[in-house]
């Protein structure tokens, strides 16, 4: 049996792997490994967590972190980095951080052994940052930054590239030493419905600067995945002229059996579940006959699978989100993990 990595570059190749690859954003969502895929960076580019305040990134943007979202954050809204009126001069607000005298190989390699990654079994995705619609959004919220856009688009510009060039100065100084399987983009530019801008701005403003890391693996002959929720199918044609070969996290609200017929292997759909409002009730029983069951959790899975993975071209990888210390929503995710790991095994024979 094909090793999980080899399987998951297997569909990144563009051909049918021996089983459907099992892909997850990291250890959570109930799935227990063999992982097919860890992302990488380096560390210092990650937000600090204080235990005392609230977590801050590295150019200043205030997080607030929920239980209720496990432990995910937003950018604080009570006093954002980048006033809209200071746009024109961001360089008072925004500071680019100097990380001229970092350890880059300690840095990384010290990384690699703490999240004790076997390189044989799992497949190294290195991301170094650059989600730049979410950096300007993060800086300014989503009004000033949409505004911004539109009424100051040459001071938008200025402030990108500055933070391009900072991202892709480093991504040059640490790919060589992570060695990557994978070169990880991302950019969180739409929501459920739509996306946040149009495809032309996103190709005016943003696809540039996701196109120099998008060049740093053509330059090697490495995959490259774009991670991006909501509906997003609108600018698969822009990721597709950066030599994107795997998209998630593929979310239902995009036409995907579409999206498949159209690309065929060439654009591997990383996703393809979500949790309806059926599969949020609480489980079934004699005071809730309503809820959801075990089965339709196992069948929901089998759906995905039956729709998007004949002849390759897809990865399961989704999860139920909920609150921390939720063990309902834990035992969900073990279900669901579960049928995926037994339905992928004999998927193609």
Not at 11 to 17: K, S
Not at 118 to 135: K, L, P, V, W
Not at 288 to 293: D, R, S, W
Not at 305 to 319: I, Q, R, T
């Amino acid at each position: 049996m094909l090793s999980a990595k080899d399987n998951y570059l297997m569909a990144l190749r563009g051909e049918q792997p021996e089983y459907v690859p099992l892909y997850s954003f990291g250890p959570m969502m109930g799935f227990p490994g063999p992982f097919s895929n860890a992302m990488v960076g380096p560390p210092v580019l990650m937000p600090q967590f204080n235990p005392e305040n609230p977590p801050v990134d590295l150019f200043g943007v205030r997080y607030i972190t929920t239980e209720s979202a496990g432990g995910g954050g937003m950018p604080a809204n009570d006093s954002f980095l980048l006033p809209l009126e200071g746009i024109s001069h961001w360089g008072d607000y925004v500071k680019i951080p100097d990380f001229s005298g970092e350890d880059w190989q300690a840095m990384c390699e010290n990384q690699i052994a703490d999240m004790g990654i076997d390189r044989a079994e799992t497949a190294i995705t290195m991301n170094c940052g650059g989600g730049y619609f979410m950096a300007l959004t993060s800086m300014m919220g989503f009004e000033a930054g949409l505004t911004a856009l539109y009424e100051y688009p040459d001071d938008v510009k200025d402030l990108l590239e500055a933070l391009s060039t900072f991202y892709i100065d480093i991504a040059y100084k640490v790919v060589d030493i992570y060695q990557p399987d994978i070169i990880g983009l991302g950019d969180d530019i739409a929501a459920w419905h739509a996306p946040f801008c149009s495809p032309d701005m996103f190709r005016e403003f943003f696809m540039p600067h996701h196109d120099k890391m998008a060049k740093i693996a053509r330059d090697r002959g490495l995959p490259m995945d774009m991670h991006c929720c909501g509906r997003t199918e609108d600018n698969i044609p822009a990721y597709r002229d950066m030599g994107i070969q795997g998209w998630s996290a593929a979310q239902t609200c995009n036409d995907l059996a579409g999206i498949k017929a159209k690309y065929g292997n060439s654009l591997v759909i990383m996703g393809g579940w979500d949790a309806t409002p059926h599969m949020m009730t609480p489980f079934a029983s004699a005071t809730n006959p309503g809820g959801v069951t075990e089965e339709e959790i196992r069948q929901s899975v089998r759906d995905a699978f039956d729709l998007l993975a004949p002849g390759g071209g897809y990865v399961w990888a989704a999860g139920f989100l909920s609150y921390t210390g939720d063990e309902e929503g834990m035992r969900k995710n073990e279900i669901l993990q579960d049928e995926a790991r037994t339905y992928s095994a004999n998927f193609y024979k």
